[in-house]
């Protein structure tokens, strides 16, 4: 699916439909050409669709009407090409131009303006990093235009492979995977009045977008926050839990007692229930059954919810987009008697997304609850968006950063889900309201500042020691992870100009570009098309064949040596972590975890009400005013303590470190070598090389992503075993439950032998993980040379001149130093498309 289509669903306010479209790969070329039947399958309710067909019926009159559209491809090719060079060409005397004015600005001045100007300048120069500046000093070349010329390349270039063989058919899928876009995830924890919302809407520089103040304590919505790089409107998307689920809720929500009222009011399960039914059912959930709480009178607001699907709500505004996905998000404790209905319950997650942010094109901003919810959707999304985060911001008020209970309780809670669990490189821990100083009244601005800079200092310090104190999450992160930020939010957002000393907030802002822009896609995206060219026009203008046979068995030789080599190191952990897990589990039988638990030494009624919860949750707790009790992770503790460490340092999160990616890194099919030795075959061995980076880089993201899963199969092992134990443990009644849920928890331990079944289910994930590296480089590589090699290109087009022109991008993205007549190379380009555009020879022929 492609922007075009999606816009136009959006635009016939269609918005629900996108998924299904984008499922079945619906893009421009095909729009047009879908059938009755077809539209029938993709909308089955009659009013999308009539309305659908409506839309599709003036979008075709449109394109026959328009003459634009109907000149030759034969043209329509060139004269692109003409355009790209063109733009690029112009672009250069542009910056050249603005260049010259900026020098003028910044020489030196008497004026008190003249010399602001210059110092701001000079203080925005030394905030980019030196790559960075490097690129933007590159005569007519910034990385937008570089990736937008490039990718208009390659569509043309696609649109000219015919699908006819195998080799056309790899190639088009090549260029089709091209366009993946891939999303880092930056996740934001913090207490109820940390500031959150605050701090969001401070970076995103959208004051009334995220509603700040006093989120309802029952509130388990995931919020996602990222760029619309599709309209310049302000959208919300919404997911629901399904209708199945809020049954299975609205089931056990009646299985509370009617008994000893004043018991239940103090039950925490019971709170968070009924806060649920009021918000959405105002006060007549008191009168119905769980079945007659599912009447669709209740969703007229929301048939999605009803019907399984998302709905999208639209907005010019932020302040208007605010106003109608607070109901989705919040309740609103300042509503007093009004009656006014709440959907909070219901959702699962609200995306967010904000024209004219172009910092978020590749980064989103995920608003997260503390901690894990007994609906098994919303855990299972929250678990995996946490997982899936490079970056955790924790935030907190600056007044008690260091001691802050409560802020420091959620980042030991997801350490190992965000560390060894997850993907997440970085730790900010944000302190908020940095600008608040007591008796400020009394005191100069030279006073207050000083009060704030010296407070912020402490603050740092505090924050940083606490951290070394704590070894739950030091042995999932390097201290090089963890940064101290101070905010303040509001001061921002009024636009009173703070120093860096008293609000950081520009430096989060940078972050996020800076995550953005090592995101961008420019690099790879320019690489591997010149790859894919290097292909087409090797194949295309093969000359002494012989050689081909000799240069495929040289490859296939290398790789086996370095599948051989590889397999060689990744046993070797293997081992390591076989004899660590034995370990692990020895200490786990003999640990004493479990009884400490379940003899915790407090008043049996006391602690028999904490271990029903436990057992009724499936091992979890979450007490109003205390710690998260996790029994399932006590059980795996041992286990994971004895791999920790070395897990850490072997799957370490990022992209160069860490004993799996090292491996793959050295890797290698010495193209480079091959080139000298087989001249005639460089272009295809040109190829080799950028789809061997490709490979290696989608490995490094497979073992991203199954290190997760290996990682965490110890808990979940215990999980699953454990879930029928607890529901055992969980029928105990009457006289003497305590002791019976006591000894069904500890026989069910016992008899099952969860350490070594959990030890021997992480050693299988790690084993087909281990399998999944070789085999995606053996079967990926093979398949790329053998046809490279082997297979007839004579059907491919020419594409030499595309060649040399995205080598020009690629050399320019190097920095090579071709940019001193890149304007000699570009206006030859010109000329010889006016040639193509005049003559309409065949690409080659004397012009």
Same mark, same amino acid.
């Given at each position: 699916?492609?922007?075009?289509?999606?816009?136009?669903?959006?635009?016939?306010?269609?918005?629900?439909?996108?998924?299904?479209?984008?499922?079945?790969?619906?893009?421009?070329?095909?729009?047009?050409?879908?059938?009755?039947?077809?539209?029938?399958?993709?909308?089955?309710?009659?009013?999308?669709?009539?309305?659908?067909?409506?839309?599709?019926?003036?979008?075709?009159?449109?394109?026959?009407?328009?003459?634009?559209?109907?000149?030759?491809?034969?043209?329509?090719?060139?004269?692109?090409?003409?355009?790209?060079?063109?733009?690029?060409?112009?672009?250069?005397?542009?910056?050249?131009?603005? =260049?010259?004015?900026?020098?003028?600005?910044?020489?030196?001045?008497?004026?008190?303006?003249?010399?602001?100007?210059?110092?701001?300048?000079?203080?925005?120069?030394?905030?980019?990093?030196?790559?960075?500046?490097?690129?933007?000093?590159?005569?007519?070349?910034?990385?937008?235009?570089?990736?937008?010329?490039?990718?208009?390349?390659?569509?043309?270039?696609?649109?000219?492979?015919?699908?006819?063989?195998?080799?056309?058919?790899?190639?088009?899928?090549?260029?089709?995977?091209?366009?993946?876009?891939?999303?880092?995830?930056?996740?934001?924890?913090?207490?109820?009045?940390?500031?959150?919302?605050?701090? @969001?809407?401070?970076?995103i520089e959208e004051k009334n977008l995220l509603p700040s103040g006093s989120i309802n304590d029952g509130n388990s919505v995931v919020i996602k926050v990222e760029a619309n790089t599709h309209n310049f409107k302000y959208e919300a998307e919404i997911e629901f839990i399904t209708k199945e689920e809020w049954k299975d809720e609205l089931w056990s929500f009646r299985q509370f007692p009617d008994n000893n009222k004043d018991r239940e009011m103090e039950d925490d399960d019971y709170c968070d229930a009924v806060k649920k039914l009021s918000a959405l059912y105002g006060e007549e959930w008191k009168k119905k059954s769980s079945g007659n709480l599912m009447d669709r009178k209740y969703f007229k607001e929301i048939p999605e919810f009803l019907e399984s699907s998302r709905k999208i709500l639209t907005c010019e505004s932020a302040n208007e987009l605010s106003a109608q996905f607070v109901k989705y998000t919040r309740s609103d404790s300042k509503q007093g008697n009004e009656a006014k209905i709440w959907f909070w319950p219901l959702v699962k997650c609200v995306t967010v997304r904000v024209p004219n942010k172009p910092f978020l094109q590749h980064v989103t901003l995920v608003d997260l609850p503390g901690s894990v919810n007994c609906n098994k959707s919303r855990d299972q999304m929250w678990k995996g968006i946490v997982g899936d985060c490079s970056t955790v911001w924790i935030v907190t008020e600056i007044n008690r950063a260091a001691?802050?209970?409560?802020?420091?309780?959620?980042?030991?809670?997801?350490?190992?889900?965000?560390?060894?669990?997850?993907?997440?490189?970085?730790?900010?821990?944000?302190?908020?309201?940095?600008?608040?100083?007591?008796?400020?009244?009394?005191?100069?601005?030279?006073?207050?500042?000083?009060?704030?800079?010296?407070?912020? @200092?402490?603050?740092?310090?505090?924050?940083?020691?606490?951290?070394?104190?704590?070894?739950?999450?030091?042995?999932?992160?390097?201290?090089?992870?963890?940064?101290?930020?101070?905010?303040?939010?509001?001061?921002?957002?009024?636009?009173?100009?703070?120093?860096?000393?008293?609000?950081?907030?520009?430096?989060?802002?940078?972050?996020?570009?800076?995550?953005?822009?090592?995101?961008?896609?420019?690099?790879?995206?320019?690489?591997?098309?010149?790859?894919?060219?290097?292909?087409?026009?090797?194949?295309?203008?093969?000359?002494?064949?012989?050689?081909?046979?000799?240069?495929?068995?040289?490859?296939?030789? @290398?790789?086996?040596?370095?599948?051989?080599?590889?397999?060689?190191?990744?046993?070797?952990?293997? *081992?390591?972590?076989?004899?660590?897990?034995?370990?692990?589990?020895?200490?786990?039988?003999?640990?004493?975890?479990?009884?400490?638990?379940?003899?915790?030494?407090?008043?049996?009624?006391?602690?028999?009400?904490?271990?029903?919860?436990?057992?009724?949750?499936?091992?979890?707790?979450?007490?109003?005013?205390?710690?998260?009790?996790?029994?399932?992770?006590?059980?795996?503790?041992?286990?994971?303590?004895?791999?920790?460490?070395?897990?850490?340092?072997?799957?370490?999160?990022?992209?160069?470190?860490?004993?799996?990616?090292?491996?793959?890194?050295?890797?290698?099919?010495?193209?480079?070598?091959?080139?000298?030795?087989?001249?005639?075959?460089?272009?295809?061995?040109?190829?080799?090389?950028?789809?061997?980076?490709?490979?290696?880089?989608?490995?490094?993201?497979?073992?991203?992503?199954?290190?997760?899963?290996?990682?965490?199969?110890?808990?979940?092992?215990?999980?699953?075993?454990?879930?029928?134990?607890?529901?055992?443990?969980? =029928?105990?009644?009457?006289?003497?439950?305590?002791?019976?849920?006591?000894?069904? @928890?500890?026989?069910?331990?016992?008899?099952?032998?969860?350490? =070594?079944?959990?030890?021997?289910?992480?050693?299988?994930?790690?084993?087909?993980?281990?399998?999944?590296?070789?085999? *995606?480089?053996?079967?990926?590589?093979?398949?790329?040379?053998?046809?490279?090699?082997?297979?007839?290109?004579?059907?491919?087009?020419?594409?030499?001149?595309?060649?040399?022109?995205?080598?020009?991008?690629?050399?320019?993205?190097?920095?090579?130093?071709?940019?001193?007549?890149?304007?000699?190379?570009?206006?030859?380009?010109?000329?010889?498309?006016?040639?193509?555009?005049?003559?309409?020879?065949?690409?080659?022929?004397?012009?």
């Amino acid at each position: 699916m492609d922007d075009f289509v999606r816009t136009k669903l959006v635009e016939w306010g269609l918005s629900e439909w996108v998924e299904r479209f984008k499922d079945e790969q619906i893009d421009a070329e095909s729009l047009c050409e879908l059938d009755d039947r077809e539209i029938d399958n993709l909308i089955p309710k009659a009013g999308p669709r009539v309305k659908f067909k409506k839309n599709l019926k003036l979008l075709k009159e449109e394109i026959n009407t328009n003459q634009e559209t109907v000149i030759s491809f034969q043209l329509s090719y060139k004269l692109a090409q003409y355009c790209i060079q063109l733009n690029t060409f112009y672009l250069h005397c542009k910056q050249e131009h603005e =260049e010259a004015a900026d020098l003028v600005q910044v020489m030196p001045s008497t004026s008190d303006t003249g010399k602001r100007k210059s110092d701001l300048q000079s203080d925005a120069s030394r905030l980019q990093s030196p790559a960075k500046r490097q690129r933007q000093s590159m005569p007519g070349f910034t990385e937008p235009v570089i990736l937008s010329d490039v990718k208009s390349i390659m569509a043309l270039v696609n649109a000219r492979i015919n699908d006819e063989d195998n080799l056309s058919a790899f190639l088009k899928k090549k260029i089709s995977d091209l366009e993946t876009d891939k999303r880092e995830l930056v996740g934001v924890f913090g207490k109820t009045g940390a500031g959150k919302s605050s701090l @969001i809407n401070a970076i995103i520089e959208e004051k009334n977008l995220l509603p700040s103040g006093s989120i309802n304590d029952g509130n388990s919505v995931v919020i996602k926050v990222e760029a619309n790089t599709h309209n310049f409107k302000y959208e919300a998307e919404i997911e629901f839990i399904t209708k199945e689920e809020w049954k299975d809720e609205l089931w056990s929500f009646r299985q509370f007692p009617d008994n000893n009222k004043d018991r239940e009011m103090e039950d925490d399960d019971y709170c968070d229930a009924v806060k649920k039914l009021s918000a959405l059912y105002g006060e007549e959930w008191k009168k119905k059954s769980s079945g007659n709480l599912m009447d669709r009178k209740y969703f007229k607001e929301i048939p999605e919810f009803l019907e399984s699907s998302r709905k999208i709500l639209t907005c010019e505004s932020a302040n208007e987009l605010s106003a109608q996905f607070v109901k989705y998000t919040r309740s609103d404790s300042k509503q007093g008697n009004e009656a006014k209905i709440w959907f909070w319950p219901l959702v699962k997650c609200v995306t967010v997304r904000v024209p004219n942010k172009p910092f978020l094109q590749h980064v989103t901003l995920v608003d997260l609850p503390g901690s894990v919810n007994c609906n098994k959707s919303r855990d299972q999304m929250w678990k995996g968006i946490v997982g899936d985060c490079s970056t955790v911001w924790i935030v907190t008020e600056i007044n008690r950063a260091a001691a802050e209970k409560e802020a420091w309780e959620i980042l030991e809670s997801v350490s190992s889900l965000i560390g060894n669990g997850g993907k997440c490189q970085k730790i900010h821990f944000i302190c908020t309201k940095s600008d608040l100083v007591d008796d400020s009244d009394d005191l100069s601005s030279a006073d207050i500042h000083d009060q704030i800079v010296k407070r912020n @200092i402490q603050a740092k310090d505090g924050v940083r020691k606490e951290f070394n104190k704590r070894t739950k999450i030091k042995k999932h992160f390097r201290d090089d992870s963890f940064k101290v930020f101070t905010v303040s939010s509001k001061e921002f957002l009024k636009g009173k100009h703070l120093s860096p000393e008293e609000s950081e907030i520009n430096k989060l802002q940078r972050f996020l570009q800076d995550l953005n822009d090592c995101h961008s896609e420019t690099v790879n995206y320019v690489n591997q098309a010149h790859g894919i060219l290097s292909l087409i026009q090797g194949a295309n203008s093969r000359g002494v064949e012989d050689k081909n046979g000799e240069v495929c068995e040289e490859l296939e030789r @290398i790789m086996i040596c370095q599948l051989d080599t590889l397999n060689k190191e990744m046993e070797k952990s293997y *081992t390591f972590f076989q004899k660590r897990l034995d370990d692990g589990v020895e200490k786990s039988k003999h640990s004493g975890k479990l009884k400490n638990f379940l003899y915790p030494g407090k008043k049996g009624c006391a602690f028999h009400r904490v271990l029903k919860c436990v057992v009724k949750n499936g091992g979890l707790y979450k007490p109003k005013n205390g710690t998260l009790i996790n029994l399932n992770m006590k059980l795996a503790s041992c286990l994971t303590d004895s791999i920790d460490e070395e897990f850490r340092k072997t799957f370490l999160n990022g992209a160069s470190c860490g004993a799996f990616n090292r491996e793959i890194k050295t890797f290698s099919l010495n193209t480079d070598s091959l080139i000298e030795k087989f001249k005639n075959t460089e272009l295809q061995l040109r190829f080799l090389k950028t789809e061997e980076e490709r490979i290696k880089s989608k490995l490094i993201r497979i073992i991203r992503r199954q290190k997760k899963i290996v990682y965490s199969s110890l808990t979940e092992t215990i999980v699953n075993i454990m879930e029928e134990g607890y529901k055992k443990a969980a =029928e105990c009644r009457g006289e003497g439950s305590l002791y019976n849920m006591r000894e069904t @928890i500890k026989n069910h331990v016992h008899s099952k032998d969860i350490f =070594e079944q959990a030890k021997n289910t992480m050693l299988e994930k790690l084993r087909i993980l281990m399998r999944d590296i070789l085999d *995606t480089l053996q079967k990926n590589m093979k398949e790329s040379f053998e046809l490279s090699f082997k297979t007839d290109g004579s059907s491919l087009p020419d594409v030499s001149t595309e060649l040399d022109m995205v080598k020009k991008r690629y050399d320019q993205l190097a920095g090579t130093p071709d940019n001193e007549v890149s304007l000699t190379g570009f206006a030859d380009q010109v000329e010889t498309a006016e040639a193509w555009t005049q003559t309409g020879l065949p690409r080659g022929s004397a012009v």
